[in-house]
């Protein structure tokens, strides 16, 4: 089945190491998405890739960064993870950017990052 | 920015019972889309359904349907014959038609008891 996948589901990393989360779709959605999301809580957009154009929201810190090399594969790159970065990290798609009334976002099954 | 709250943190219901979950926004804009996501425990966010705000019928998709309120700006999501799977945290939001971008509500947690 098309779908959203996310590797791996669960990542421990200590405080200040780089990590790299991974997300793959095999929908050949234009765009690729990359939220936070903190328990209990609403998914907060870290950034997205329309294509290969990046956009970042104003208030990502920079310790976050992302990389799409080809249209399958978008990454999440935490440079130095502190306490705070625990979370859910959930990765999502869209067909196109504006989604019009027959387009939504898709969601991967979300990696659980702990920072030790 | 749109704000989008749901009043309700969590919600019991009685396995069969129907249960409403209550959302809000607030935008001055005309044209935007709603949505009901679905994230059950450990398991992916999945869309339950979708309003387009031009359209004055609401949207039904098998036991879920809505409450579209465009002058009120409420968006009421009714969960009919509940069952033990449609345990999970249901979140409502919001995007402008012209843009990418959803806001989410805060969500609420809804519980099935047998």
């Known amino acids: 089945d098309a779908m959203v996948i996310q590797n791996p589901r669960y990542q421990v990393t200590q405080f200040g190491k780089p990590v790299t989360l991974s997300c793959s779709q095999t929908?050949?959605?234009?765009?690729m998405y990359w939220y936070q999301q903190k328990s209990s809580q609403a998914p907060k957009l870290l950034f997205h890739?329309?294509?290969?154009?990046?956009?970042n929201e104003a208030d990502t810190p920079d310790n976050f960064q992302s990389r799409r090399p080809n249209t399958s594969f978008c990454f999440l790159d935490i440079r130095s993870p502190g306490l705070g970065d625990a979370a859910m990290y959930l990765c999502?798609?869209?067909?196109?950017?504006?989604?019009?009334?027959?387009?939504?976002?898709?969601f991967g099954p979300g990696t659980r990052l702990t920072v030790l | 920015a749109q704000t989008v709250t749901q009043s309700q943190p969590e919600m019991s219901v009685q396995e069969a019972e129907t249960v409403t979950l209550s959302c809000t926004y607030d935008?001055?804009?005309?044209?935007?889309?709603l949505f009901w996501y679905k994230q059950p425990p450990s398991r992916q966010m999945i869309l339950v359904i979708r309003?387009?705000?031009?359209?004055?019928q609401n949207a039904t998709e098998n036991r879920f349907s809505v409450n579209f309120q465009k002058a009120a700006k409420s968006f009421s999501l009714k969960i009919s014959d509940s069952q033990l799977g449609d345990a999970a945290m249901y979140f409502c939001?919001?995007?402008?038609?012209?843009?990418?971008?959803?806001?989410f509500g805060a969500g609420t947690t809804v519980t099935v008891r047998a």
């Open positions: 935008t001055s804009e005309s044209d935007y889309y």
């Open positions: 999502a798609t869209s067909r196109d950017i504006r989604m019009d009334s027959t387009d939504t976002q898709y």
């Open positions: 309003q387009e705000a031009y359209k004055q």
């Open positions: 939001a919001f995007k402008r038609s012209n843009d990418y971008k959803l806001s």
């Open positions: 890739y329309y294509d290969k154009d990046f956009n």
């Open positions: 929908l050949n959605h234009n765009v």
